[in-house]
């Protein structure tokens, strides 16, 4: 009889008949016990801590990223972001032993506003980054929490109750409006020795350029009109607020350059705003063009690239950028909670940006994404890393262990 013509009589026996034998149908076995190839010899297995084994003492970084990197998920890439910029920062030419990698540095304004700010603080003045790029949130929270504190809050608090108050919610955190009063009356004034120094430095390079007497003095020697550049312009704000706690200032004093393509995307932009009506019809003029020149040209020289960006967004793009005239950088790491299912820049994997040769193809570079949010991880990176190496060079200076 055919099977589509199967009585219930015959489909009951044929059941009966395979639980007497007691063998489970082939096509099940197959499927669920199929066979695996055979483990390659370089295959890690999982791990994670073990604490039984620190019952007389906690475990020290080294051994808590150790074991993180075989716990797999995120832990295991917090740990390959510990190894890459390990390799990043002890990385020296075999022909001049003082080349290193030039380190790009990014970051979105929300992480100044919270305490990563102190950790930002202090890659900067230990000059374990040659450029910052961040927004204009990064520059002027800095600055501003020089004049004021920033404090813990609730994400659920009502917007309507905390304006009443006088309040701005950056997530968690509560800046007082206050802040940025104060921040104006800062900024005001020097903005108006910024705006005599531009000035006086046209008035001289005018001067200068009627001295020269041939094309070719021309070509050589004149000076254009002066103008700030947005990172001359931080620059400056770090000198004038000479405060031991802030980014800017030790940037400034360490010459390391922090790019802000967007800086009028800010409080600072309302400053440069409210001033332009002071001081009309002449103004505190801003030139982006020098700094495009300078970051891209940085990217060339470099003789190994790496980039370090928390966020996205413009700050991620514009490092990437620059590291694309170098043919790509040698070294990512990205830490950020977004996907990439949107075709958004922050979302990204380091092999989207391979594909637009900004960070260099196959083993050529090293690079990896954290999906976290980087007040947790970022820390501890920098605990393993450049903190581990600072504790290292000055035991190696003094002897202390």
Known sequence: MA??????????????????????????????????????????GVR?????????????????????????????????????????????DPTDSDSRTTVFLGYTSNLVSSGLREVIRYLVEHRHVAAIVTTAGGVEEDLIKCLGSTYLGDFEAKGATLHEKGLNRIGNLYVPNDNYCKFEDWITPVFDRMFADQESRRKANAEHNTKLKNKWDFERDYQPPFSWSPSAMIRRLGEEMDDDRSICTWAARNDIPIFCPALTDGSIGDMLYFDSFKRAPHQLDLDIRQDIRRINDMGIRANRAGMIILGGGIVKHHIANACLMRNGADYAV???????????????????????GKIKAGDEAESVKVYAEATVVFPLIVAATFAKADREARKAKTGWT
């Open 3 to 44: 099977e589509s013509q199967a009585s219930p009589e015959h489909a009951a026996h044929h059941e009966t008949h395979n639980l007497m034998t007691k063998a489970a149908p082939n096509q099940a076995t197959s499927a669920v016990l199929k066979r695996s190839d055979p483990v390659p010899d370089t295959a890690v």
């Open 48 to 92: 994670g801590i073990d604490f039984n084994a620190y019952r007389d003492h906690a475990p020290d970084i080294d051994e808590l990223v150790a074991c993180m990197a075989t716990s797999g998920f995120q832990a295991t890439a917090v740990a390959d972001a510990v190894r890459i910029i390990n390799t990043m920062i002890t990385w020296r």
């Open 334 to 356: 990205y830490i950020n909670t977004a996907n990439e299912f949107d075709g958004s820049d922050a979302g990204a994997r380091p092999d989207e940006a391979v594909s637009w």
